[in-house]
């Protein structure tokens, strides 16, 4: 059965870290693009970042150098380091996964809720 299923989100103090991981089916593993998106309260969903098959990464602007993105291809898990949290970053986190390198997501976690509080 095709899954993602994320977990580590919680609540933290600002300047805090958590780590969030995707556990994916292994059928989704082997997809080209495995991704984490966040969406606030009355915002859009929004790219974090992202990882391909090669291990090639990529982030938003708002997290570089605060987040990595890598996976365990071992444990067909994808994970997400944060660290130097802010209160901006508060948002619930979604693991998704795109059979092809680019255009929509094929899979998506049913998210986790990370709150950062000031």
Do not use: H
């Not at 059965?1 to 103090?13: I, R, T, Y």
């Amino acid at each position: 059965q095709a899954q993602l299923v994320e977990s580590g989100g919680g609540l933290v103090q600002a300047g805090g870290s958590l780590r969030l991981s995707c556990a994916a089916s292994e059928f989704i593993f082997r997809f080209n693009v495995m991704g984490w998106y966040r969406q606030a309260p009355g915002k859009q969903r929004e790219l974090v970042a992202t990882v391909t098959k090669n291990g090639s990464t990529n982030y938003a602007d708002s997290v570089k150098g605060r987040f990595t993105i890598s996976r365990d291809n071992a444990k067909n898990t994808v994970y997400l380091q944060m660290n130097s949290l802010k209160p901006e970053d508060t948002a619930v986190y979604y693991c998704g996964a795109r059979r092809w390198p680019t255009g929509e997501y094929d899979y998506w976690g049913q998210g986790t809720q990370v709150t950062v509080s000031s």
